[in-house]
């Protein structure tokens, strides 16, 4: 069954400094999806992008994130200058039509320190 | 804009008996419904969902769901626990017909005693 791969599966960080977070969605996927996990809490909406564009995003996904699909495989979040805030897991996710349910990736889990 | 309360931080149930988790949604459009499940130290797996068409839907490792528009509520069930079972569960619901984000419940933890 095809997968959405991310990488690394965790990563420690220093605050300030900037960090990727790679993706991999499902080959033949329009759409896709970034979402968070603070520990202990429940899973929160990032940013959605299609047709190499962001469609919608939070209020979560300030000026120090962005994402990119830099080759038309992999699915990129980053993160300019980490706080210590942004320690979570975070999940990326894809879906062959905006209208229809998401794969999702395992999580990367980001600590900063 | 939609949001999802589920009631119950925690469950608990004895191997083999009926699991219950209770979800409610709030939409201001025809919702579609998911319920993922979450093990330790892993990523979201999606257990069922619904969008159109028949109330009463059936998922992975025998799961269901039933859409109660009246009720605004998708409540997960299963008629025999097993100690597998146990995770963190979630509901989540879309607004129909758009590649609109998901929004989640704050998720409840199954617990399965012997």
């Known amino acids: 069954e095809p997968e959405v791969t991310q990488t690394p599966s965790h990563q420690v960080t220093q605050m300030g400094q900037e960090v990727i977070l790679r993706c991999v969605p499902i080959?033949?996927?329009?759409?896709f999806y970034w979402y968070r996990q603070i520990l202990g809490q429940k899973v929160e909406f990032l940013v959605s992008?299609?047709?190499?564009?962001?469609?919608?995003k939070s209020e979560i996904f300030d000026d120090q994130f962005s994402v990119e699909r830099p080759d038309g495989s992999n699915f990129t979040l980053k993160i300019r200058s980490t706080k210590l805030e942004d320690s979570a897991m975070y999940f990326c996710?894809?879906?062959?039509?905006?209208?229809?349910?998401?794969?999702f990736g395992s999580g990367t889990r980001l600590t900063v320190v | 804009a939609q949001s999802v309360t589920q009631l119950g931080s925690h469950v608990s149930v004895s191997e083999g008996a009926l699991v219950l988790l209770r979800c409610n949604y709030s939409?201001?459009?025809?919702?579609?419904l998911f319920w993922y499940v979450q093990y330790p130290n892993q990523g979201l797996q999606l257990l069922l969902k619904?969008?159109?068409?028949?109330?009463l839907v059936k998922g992975i490792n025998g799961f269901e769901a039933e859409f109660k528009k009246s009720e605004t509520s998708f409540h997960l069930t299963k008629p025999s626990a097993h100690m597998s079972d146990a995770a963190e569960y979630f509901c989540?619901?879309?607004?129909?017909?758009?590649?609109?984000?998901?929004?989640f419940g704050t998720g409840t933890r199954l617990q399965v005693t012997l």
């Open positions: 080959s033949n996927h329009l759409y």
């Open positions: 996710a894809s879906s062959p039509t905006g209208d229809y349910g998401y794969t």
């Open positions: 939409s201001s459009v025809p919702p579609y």
């Open positions: 619904y969008t159109t068409g028949a109330t």
């Open positions: 989540a619901v879309r607004g129909a017909g758009t590649a609109s984000k998901l929004t």
């Open positions: 992008f299609y047709n190499n564009e962001i469609s919608e």
